[in-house]
């Protein structure tokens, strides 16, 4: 099942956007009432779908890091109002989607492979979703907004109840700004009491929701907050040594887990990567290098590709070079955050360097 998946996808991924252009044609017309739950424009549902899909495939053959992901997937999808029904209609469309761009290469056995793993897939998701007590989303109010810089932005929020993730994990926002038009952020902060979520974000080109929220949110705004996601975490009892690669406010999952380590006296040992193009990318450095005063298990390394002769210790180039400049890191677990460009190049110079693919982990969602 997994080699003819794995073949027949290899066909359809260079036609991809097509693919789910049609995907989307065909689920919206055996299923009208679905379309409704997307925004109007599709261009940012369509590539995170690329990215679900890529990222199921990755794992098909992992069912113990697979099925966890699959459901938080589905805890997450309840936001949406989605039902058995609407899996029932996805996986239809989802099929004729492959089939269609698989050209010669989908036979009647693709046929069942595709079949029984979309099956595997709904029915993680779905029992997640029934067996969730938590509610879909949680009510959350803007009670602070601060620009650092005219693309980067701290809100401050404070839910209702708290949420209940764990340092590193990331949830879906949906804002008045920008309604329907759900994005994932990684809390910045670890997990508080009084319901308090810091979130750091960037205003990226092109980026309908992140310019929103950068350059227009206000206290008092009411955000919709979806079940926590991610597998970005430390357990500070059992992990082995940790190297952290951070760029620009992909600092924010890393700041959150040391953080909550810096509560304790001992710690596996945190080495972090912070980067940037420029010393302006490293917003928090400062911060983060007063918590390495007072926390002999963490070392900070700034890195940036120009002007690295104006900040104190750093180092120049781009984070994968710098990474692995230093060696493979084969004994650390190694957490990647930052943009899609950033992970996919730190990854492949990972990689070659020597890390092992298992040691490395990073979240298949980014903003925008």
Known sequence: MVRLIRESWAVVEPQAEEATRYFYSILFSISPQTREMFPINLETQRNRLL????????????????????????????????????????????????????????????????????????????????????????????????????????????????????????????????????????????????????????????????????????????????????RMTVDRENSPDVLMIAGGTGLAPMRAIIQDLAQYGTNPNVHLFYGGRTPEDLYDLEAMQQVMVSNPWLTVTPVVETGADTVYGAESGTLAEAVTKHGAWEDRDVLVSGSPEMIRATISRLLVAGTPLDHIRYDPFTTD
């Open 51 to 230: 990215r679900a899909l890529a990222h199921f495939i990755q794992m098909v053959d992992r069912p113990d890091e697979l099925l966890p992901f699959l459901h938080q997937l589905g805890r997450d999808h309840r936001k949406f109002g989605v039902v058995t029904s609407h899996y029932e209609a996805v996986g239809t469309a989802l099929l004729a989607a492959i089939k269609k761009y698989s050209g010669d290469a989908w036979t009647p056995q693709v046929e069942r492979a595709w079949a029984e793993a979309y099956t595997v897939m709904a029915s993680a998701m779905t029992e997640a979703a029934s067996n969730d007590p938590g509610p879909a989303w949680y009510n959350g109010e803007v009670i602070d907004h601060q620009r650092l810089s005219w693309d980067i932005a701290v809100i401050r929020i404070r839910t209702e109840y708290p949420v209940p993730y764990a340092p590193g994990q990331y949830v879906s926002v949906e804002t008045p700004q920008r309604p329907r038009l759900w994005r994932y952020l990684s809390p910045a902060n670890a997990p508080d009491e009084d319901g308090l979520l810091e979130f750091h974000v960037r205003a990226v080109q092109g980026g309908w929701v992140s310019r929103a929220l950068v350059h227009h949110t206000r206290p008092g705004d009411q955000w919709r907050i979806g079940a926590p996601m991610g």
